[in-house]
DNA sequence: TAGCGCATGTAACGCGTTACATGATTAC
DNA sequence: GTAATCATGTAACGCGTTACATGCGCTA
């Protein structure tokens, strides 16, 4: 008896990861942007979500204009350099479309603190707990971000669009998440700071 | 007018990244493990927050024994495959403890679902809402294991060892998130469900 | 006889970060 | 004079994922 195997390889696109790419697009859905302000945008709004230095997106959107799923106009300017001004096709539209679709399993939130919280008793208690204590901080100062945008722009959440809401939510995971490690890390403070054993 | 650049570089080892060297390395301060162990012990406590493939794992081995941070052990067995048995060096000890006592910033977690979000109104809500159902689910589960790992070996905090109260936090930070998200599934999928505008 | 558990690995490739690079204009 | 803003990129390198590979013993 003999075996024979045969491996065919179909290389097709990647459309399951590539998650940058399609924070792009989705970024590119209400407005035509360049890559400079692709940036700033993920400096703010939906970079809560996702961040992506400047150098990621440049490449990116090279990649997504080769692909067709966006296309370009170039701006001349004077005394500044041009612009590159991107826009969705309707390839790239659709393409987003069948990836909100897929599934995507959440991925497990790294986060090197809590390695760190296993080496309490092995290594220096106090430089963990300065740690937390300058976590706290980045929380309270994110909530506080986040409160502020809420009052702003998402006081009724029932009337606005669906478009609007989807946004909402997402604001509202990212309060949810600020409030919890805030909450965890005066937790973690009290408790390690009780009587050493 | 001339002027030389002179670039130095000092390729020093990046003890900075490598997040999972420094997770081996903590779950080998407790016990010497097998890369196999390792593996399993990834699949549940310190990969909670901290998820690693075997392959990731038998490859960082490599490195953490080639920089001395680790010695090897190998256990010839009969009817199974040899074992490599790790243990934590003077060196490794001491690198991990510098790492320890880095800072380290907060990674923002990138979760896909929320970049999806951004797209309601523009694809099919019903599809992100049967996404978001699913992820109630999930996070049920995982809260649910916790609070039976809880309620099994941490009922009172305060009178743990400081090792363990470490160990503790880091699980009541899975609690607390697990429960955020919950709620925060209940609150989106109430308000996706609303009549639509 | 098929599949799972044990036990270890290699290879390919994409994602993400850091460092490096340019060059004009405007504001302090 | 110094720094920030506008605007675009390249290169190097490590991390992470997926696919592929081996091979024995036990159990249903």
Redesign the pocket.
Known sequence: MFCVKI?L?FDAL?TS?????HAILTALLEDDL???ELAKQFDVTLGFFW??????I??S??KLHADGWVSVEEII?T??????LYSLTTLGSETLDIWVKQETKP?AS?DELYVKLYNAGYSDVNVILSEIRQRKQIHEEKLMLYRKIEQRHYREPKTLSLHRRGIYLALAAGIRQEQGCLEWCEEAIELLTLENN
Do not use: F
Request: overall charge positive; cysteine-free; proline content about 3%.
């Open positions: 491996l390889r990647d990861s590539m998650s940058l790419s360049t890559g400079y961040r992506a230095s400047h150098q990621q440049y490449q959107l090279k300017q005394g500044k350099p041009n612009k590159r991925r790294k």
